[in-house]
């Protein structure tokens, strides 16, 4: 909750973040106010905030280390949306489905069907283990990382973090980064795992195309997901990482999975021993889509509003969202 009542032209809340969760950069800037689904403080607004240092994007406020260990626990809020199920027993005949497209793709990047001897897979973030099913059915020895179920552990390999030994030779990283708030210790713990000249395969909503597909939820959503990346944010962080970004996986075949639209930013990095140093201003490209993202779709009073610093339009959408749900009650009463 705000601190104390919201001043009548300025909104803060007590527990912002000082500093960036990726790269922990003080040089954090507020881009814009939105609303989200009311959290346990009864919070229904958050601020967009960018880092100019690394390029990501932010919820902020962000929950607290222990309100996202609940959250993904097997008991949690993500495991029952998610209606975990049981994985498909072994040997039993799956349908082709999206994991078969996606590591079609990564093939020219990595023997995903045909592994040498011995190769390693750790799979962070594996929910119910459908990429590892598929890889372990091809030969490689898998491993996961997942705190919400226990399921894919009946047939791979489970562990707390990835293991430093680089002694793997191919990691995934799906639909991970946009969850979490320490995306770059995540990037140096799989670096870690890896080999040199391993490959990792990173996929998570698309921001760079957000005035194409329109979905900003889709990007941050303040409950599940709390950091958006551009292309150029995750090429840099991976940078940091000891990554070099090798290949971006795209294409009418892949878009096909989310009915022809761009949602999704689907990377190969190569672990190397000389990663390219980040590009400059990461920032760029997403103040660029949320522009071209918010081009045409404000009113005349919107565009007055945005000319306003974030956080007066914060108090006033504070106010608005007050009386609304002050007016719903009422009517429910």
């Not at 990726?22 to 939105?34: G, H, K, M, N």
């Not at 639909?175 to 799989?190: A, C, D, F, K």
């Not at 840099?236 to 009915?259: C, M, Q, V, Y």
């Amino acid at each position: 909750m705000p601190s104390g009542k919201p001043p009548l032209l300025w909104l803060r809340y007590t527990n912002e973040a000082r500093a960036c969760p990726a790269c922990e950069s003080p040089r954090i800037t507020l881009l814009d106010v939105f609303k989200i689904p009311r959290d346990r403080r009864g919070r229904r607004l958050a601020f967009l905030t960018g880092c100019r240092e690394c390029g990501v994007l932010f919820v902020n406020p962000l929950p607290s280390h222990e309100e996202l260990s609940e959250r993904y626990a097997p008991q949690g809020a993500w495991a029952e949306t998610r209606k975990v199920r049981a994985a498909t027993p072994p040997g039993q005949k799956r349908a082709r489905d999206p994991r078969d497209v996606v590591l079609d793709a990564l093939e020219p990047y990595v023997p995903v069907r045909n592994p040498p001897a011995g190769s390693k897979v750790i799979d962070f973030g594996c929910g119910e283990g459908k990429f590892l099913d598929r890889l372990q059915d091809a030969g490689w020895e898998t491993y996961g990382i997942e705190p919400s179920t226990s399921v894919p552990f009946q047939r791979h390999h489970r562990l707390e973090r990835p293991p430093q030994d680089g002694d793997f030779d191919f990691a995934i990283l799906h639909h991970v980064l946009e969850h979490v708030t320490s995306p770059l210790n995540i990037l140096r713990g799989l670096s870690g795992a890896l080999r040199e000249g391993g490959v990792l395969f990173v996929g998570i909503p698309a921001l760079d195309t957000l005035p194409l597909h329109g979905d900003f939820k889709y990007c941050v959503d303040g409950r599940n997901h709390l950091l958006s990346y551009s292309r150029r944010c995750l090429s840099g962080l991976l940078a940091r990482a000891g990554f070099a970004t090798i290949a971006r996986l795209d294409g009418p075949h892949l878009d096909a999975l989310t009915k022809g639209k761009p949602l999704r930013l689907r990377v190969v990095a190569r672990r190397t021993a000389t990663p390219p140093r980040p590009e400059e201003a990461p920032l760029g490209p997403a103040i660029d889509a949320l522009n071209r993202y918010a081009h045409g779709r404000r009113d005349l009073a919107a565009r007055v509003r945005s000319t306003l610093p974030v956080r007066v339009r914060g108090a006033m959408l504070d106010r608005a969202v007050e009386r609304r749900a002050r007016e719903r009650r009422h009517a429910a009463s």
